[in-house]
Each structure stands twice: as C-alpha cells, then as structure tokens.
C-alpha cells in the first residue's frame, strides 16, 4: 500500500518534559510509554501498545477493564476523569492502597 508509513506501535515524539524510560508521556491527547530516558525537547520513542506495569494513584481500587486515565501533572494512572486524559484499561485488578497497577493501553 502506498500510502502505508509505520505501525504506530512506536512513535517518536518531542519529550513535552524530562521523561525516564518506562514512565508516561503526554503528548497532546497522545500518550505512550517512553522506551528511553530523554531530556525534555529530545526525541523519545513511545510505545503506544501494550500492557505495563505502572504508578497508579494508591488510594484506589481497580476493577479489571475500568477507565484509567494519565494525571500528568502526578505522572501516574487514575480513575478519576475531570482534568486527565483517557489512555488506558486496568489490564487487572488493583488494590487500594497500592503504588503499581497492571494496564493496557488504548493506543
């Protein structure tokens, strides 16, 4: 197909901060998690697919497919919808309190 450039699987992106690889990044509305560790301005390739571990707000519970949403300014997943941006699924169940949840991005 001619028009075809790239899965989108893994998108370079301009870091909008310092992000270190593993860790969230926001773009926009578009989201993914940093495959390095970059200074902000740089280049970092984002994995828009997936499923990762990663820091979640700890005074939540999770049920197994519920909204999760990127709080940046925290730079961890949430439930909680007002000032955040949709991005992912809970992969797994998650228990209140815990640091870490198990997710699935929407990419």
């Known amino acids: ?3 075809f450039i ?3 699987d893994y998108l370079e992106v301009t870091a909008p901060y310092d992000v270190t690889s593993g860790s969230g990044v926001l773009v926009g509305k578009l989201f993914g998690i940093a495959a390095t560790t ?3 301005g740089g280049k970092v390739n984002i994995l828009r697919r997936g499923v990762f571990d990663h820091a979640k707000t700890s005074a939540q519970a999770w049920t197994q497919g ?7 300014s925290a730079k961890v997943f949430t439930t909680v919808s007002t ?3 949709l991005v992912a699924k809970a992969a797994e169940i998650a228990a209140n309190p815990s640091g870490t949840g198990r997710v699935v991005l929407n990419g």
């Open 1 to 3: 197909m001619k028009s």
């Open 6 to 8: 790239q899965t989108g």
């Open 38 to 40: 970059v200074a902000s």
């Open 66 to 72: 519920a909204d999760l949403y990127w709080d940046d």
């Open 83 to 85: 000032s955040n941006t």
